[in-house]
T-cell receptor
C-alpha cells in the first residue's frame, strides 16, 4: 500500500517555541489531513487540505498542501503545554479510498 | 453526545481464544473502519465498511473479521488471536468515506489488546 514518511519522529521543545513537522509520499494524494492524539484517546482532526498549494490555519496551527500533491507540513506557533501529544498526517487518494497515516510525531514540551 | 464507543478498553487474552471488540456510533454514519496502532508503525487500516452489508479489506486484514449488519455497529472479530495481534485498536466512523471538515473521521478511545 501507499506509505507516508513523517518527520521528525519526536520533538523536544521549550514552551513558546514554534514547531514544524512534515510528511512526504511517493504517491499523489487528493486530500491531506492532520490529526492530534492525546494520551489515552483516539486521534482528532485538526486541519484538512483539499487543493494543491492550499495554506490553511486553525488558531496557532498552519498547514499546507504541497504543490506536487506529495507532501504537506504542519506548523504550530508559540507552543503551549496542551500541545503535547502525537501528531499524525494522513493522505487520501480518491473519495472511496481509506486514509493512509504517517507514523506520527511525538511532541514533548520541556518546562 | 456524538461519539464512537468501543468495548472493552482493555483486554488480555490467550492465544487461540476467540474474541470480539465491539464498536458503535450514534451519528448515523455510513462509513466505519478499524485501525491498529503499533509503536513505530502509526495507524494501519484493518477493514472498512462503506455501508450496511458492505465491508472491504484494508492494509492489514489477515487474522481479522468484521461484520456490518446494522448501520451503527461494526464489531471486530479475532477468531484465533495470536501474540502479533497485541496492539491498540481504534474504531472510526464518518458520514461519508471521503474525509473532510463536513465529514471528519471520528475515532473511539481505543481498545488495548494483549494476547499471551
Amino acid at each position: 500500500g501507499q506509505q507516508l514518511n513523517q518527520s521528525p519522529q519526536s520533538m523536544f521543545i521549550q514552551e513558546g517555541e514554534d514547531v514544524s513537522m512534515n510528511c512526504t509520499s511517493s504517491s499523489i494524494f487528493n486530500t491531506w489531513l492532520w490529526y492530534k492524539q492525546d494520551p489515552g484517546e483516539g486521534p482528532v482532526l485538526l486541519i484538512a487540505l483539499y487543493k494543491a498549494g492550499e495554506l490553511t490555519s486553525n488558531g496557532r496551527l498552519t498547514a499546507q498542501f504541497g504543490i506536487t500533491r506529495k507532501d504537506s507540513f504542519l506548523n504550530i506557533s508559540a507552543s503551549i503545554p496542551s500541545d503535547v501529544g502525537i501528531y499524525f498526517c494522513a493522505g487520501q487518494g480518491g473519495g472511496a479510498d481509506g486514509l493512509t497515516f504517517g507514523k506520527g510525531t511525538h511532541l514533548i514540551i520541556q518546562p | 453526545e456524538a461519539q464512537v464507543t468501543q468495548n472493552p478498553r482493555y483486554l488480555i487474552t490467550v492465544t487461540g481464544k476467540k474474541l470480539t471488540v465491539t464498536c458503535s456510533q450514534n451519528m448515523n454514519h455510513e462509513y466505519m473502519s478499524w485501525y491498529r496502532q503499533d509503536p513505530g508503525l502509526g495507524l494501519r487500516q484493518i477493514y472498512y465498511s462503506m455501508n450496511v452489508e458492505v465491508t472491504d479489506k484494508g492494509d492489514v486484514p489477515e487474522g481479522y473479521k468484521v461484520s456490518r449488519k446494522e448501520k451503527r455497529n461494526f464489531p471486530l472479530i479475532l477468531e484465533s488471536p495470536s501474540p502479533n495481534q497485541t496492539s491498540l485498536y481504534f474504531c472510526a466512523s464518518s458520514l461519508f468515506p471521503s474525509s473532510s471538515y463536513n465529514s471528519p473521521l471520528h475515532f473511539g478511545n481505543g481498545t488495548r489488546l494483549t494476547v499471551t
